[in-house]
């Protein structure tokens, strides 16, 4: 009965309830919307009848906030008592205009500067053909360890007289004789660095490697090889390993080359690493920036599909009134 009495002294005013349920609902999507200044009296009504708007989102967040959207003011309240249709034509909220994609830009990383680098021994990459390699699990007899020992000691005497080729042909037989042995690979190996040939002489070294991991002739040479075709990082790893197990001389000169030069180009490629990370990390943020401004034009789309009722739309709250007869 009392609530029949309250209604009966409300002034009769229509109400839009779908239009009024498609803003609450947006509302649950996007809080941020009850912010609005031309809805500072709704939040207020909301607060008297004891409840709570959320906070507006924090301005501080990681990625920026999609631009507020700007609205046309809300037009009058509508008369229940108007003729039908006379509130039809109320414009709807002005075109939101697109931001420009450059909140975040790409293209303002600088490009990392190329390490100088002392590259004064390396010399062009040798592409012939590949000298024969034998089996490292073979089974040799007396008579094939007793030739490939000659074959050594022959290859020995040419690589002293400066005669390389003699030295590799030499070498080449102890290899076809015994497989399985590390010292003629890295013998040849050593022979083919003279004559220019460091790829040929890094696949020899690493197969002595192969028959030996801890031979330190064979970490020497291919540390050489690496650092004549200019692969830094991993002519330092040989070297430095090679003077852990036999240091010398020659490789110590070595590695005052080859270790400024590697610690360049780590530092180089950590930098170019982290580069590329940030590039990826401004693509995600501007892919979420591009995610918020087109969640927030549909929202406006939609409130400016409310016609009379909640904003754009926003006049339809005249219909609020009504609301009497909803409790």
Wanted: glycine letters at 8%.
């Amino acid at each position: 009965r009392h609530t029949t009495t309250l209604t009966r002294r409300l002034p009769a005013m229509s109400v839009d309830v779908a239009a009024l349920r498609k803003f609450v609902d947006e509302a649950k999507k996007s809080p941020d919307l009850l912010h609005r200044e031309d809805l500072a009296f709704f939040r207020a009504y909301i607060e008297e009848l004891g409840g709570q708007v959320p906070p507006a989102a924090d301005s501080d967040s990681d990625s920026e906030p999609p631009e507020l959207l700007e609205f046309d003011e809300p037009p009058p309240l509508i008369d229940a008592d108007a003729t039908p249709g006379a509130n039809a034509a109320a414009p709807g909220p002005a075109p939101v205009p697109t931001p420009a994609e450059d909140e975040i830009e790409e293209d303002d990383l600088p490009e990392v500067p190329k390490p100088e680098l002392d590259e004064s021994c390396v010399v062009e990459r040798d592409t012939g053909a590949d000298l024969p390699l034998g089996s490292k699990d073979a089974v040799v007899s007396d008579e094939q360890r007793e030739a490939s020992s000659a074959a050594i000691s022959a290859g020995q005497q040419a690589l002293g007289s400066g005669e390389f080729d003699e030295a590799v042909t030499q070498f080449t037989k102890a290899i076809e004789a015994n497989g399985t042995s590390a010292r003629p690979y890295a013998l040849r190996a050593k022979c083919l660095l003279k004559l220019k040939r460091p790829a040929a002489a890094l696949r020899d070294a690493d197969a002595a490697l192969q028959r030996n991991p801890d031979y330190a002739a064979g970490h020497k040479w291919r540390g050489r090889a690496n650092m004549l075709l200019g692969d830094w990082v991993e002519a330092n790893k040989s070297l430095g390993t090679a003077a852990n197990i036999d240091f010398d001389d020659q490789t110590a000169d070595w590695l005052k080359i080859v270790k400024p030069n590697a610690a360049n180009l780590l530092s180089y490629n950590r930098k170019v690493e982290l580069r590329e990370q940030e590039k990826k990390k401004r693509a995600r943020l501007r892919a979420q920036q591009k995610a918020k401004r087109e969640a927030s034009a549909s929202a406006s789309a939609s409130f400016g599909g409310m016609g009379g009722g909640m904003p754009g739309g926003m006049p339809g709250m005249g219909g609020m009134g009504g609301m009497g007869g909803m409790m």
